[in-house]
């Protein structure tokens, strides 16, 4: 589809008022993780060419406000699972029980696969995304399943996203959105499956490491596949999450 013969829901930007804000300082990010060297969040992988190439292009196209383009793979996350731990005891800790239970009620609820599409730039205060465009729902309908049973996301508004890069400091998001308005391009993502990964917290943007795959319901055949520990066991990736420090 020509940058012309998008729908006019897809153009344009959506952004948030006020001023942009700098990157994480080291201290703050140390006060969020408190040594512990995994995190996990569940969501759709969209690591591929044409994602990556439109990422790249959007980026260039705001260079002048942000800071070097995301490393890590580009995603969209549907909710963040906390911090990997054999027991939790804490809002912000993930264990294998949290784990089984959301891996069931993928499979219970068996929504069917889609496709969502990427078009347009929006912001947080903190960075710049693709914005994405869930047609059918099925983005929505995996963020209320997931965070029915972590008490910290119920009640959070839900913005689908993939993120180009934080601001390199405190700029007027006025100007900045006036630019975005002016970029074109998309590029569609498959949402197939659902994946949880975990990343190295201390890392400023440290790779994903997917630990498991939930597949979604083939909309044609009715089939919904097994769900896929990947590449090593689903517990082995949890409890490597390393404690607080002290």
């Not at 080291?26 to 591929?48: F, K, L, P, S």
């Not at 710049?128 to 029915?148: K, S, T, W």
Request: include cysteine.
């Amino acid at each position: 589809m020509t940058a012309s013969a998008l729908p006019a829901a897809r153009l344009g930007s959506a952004f948030a008022s006020g001023c942009s804000l700098p990157p994480l300082s080291g201290a703050q990010r140390m006060a969020w993780h408190r040594g512990r060297t995994r995190y996990a969040v569940w969501m759709i992988e969209a690591d591929t060419a044409p994602v990556r190439a439109l990422c790249a292009q959007a980026h260039r196209h705001l260079s002048r406000w942000l800071a070097p383009l995301a490393a890590r793979q580009p995603h969209i996350t549907l909710a963040a699972a906390g911090f990997p731990v054999r027991r939790a005891k804490r809002s912000d800790e993930f264990d294998m029980s949290q784990c089984r239970r959301h891996r069931a009620q993928l499979q219970v609820a068996a929504p069917a696969a889609a496709t969502v599409t990427l078009a347009g730039i929006g912001s947080f205060n903190g960075c710049a995304f693709l914005r994405v465009h869930d047609d059918h729902g099925l983005l929505q309908q995996l963020h209320r399943l997931l965070c029915a049973t972590i008490p910290a996301a119920q009640g959070q508004r839900f913005v689908p996203h993939i993120t180009l890069a934080p601001y390199r400091d405190v700029f007027h998001l006025q100007t900045i959105a006036e630019e975005a308005q002016t970029w074109r391009g998309e590029a569609d993502v498959p949402v197939q499956r659902v994946t949880l990964a975990v990343f190295d917290p201390r890392e400023n943007e440290g790779r994903l490491r997917p630990i498991l795959a939930v597949p979604l319901r083939d909309p044609d055949s009715g089939e919904t596949r097994a769900a896929v520990e990947c590449p090593a066991s689903c517990q082995a990736g949890m409890q490597r999450g390393g404690a607080a420090a002290g």
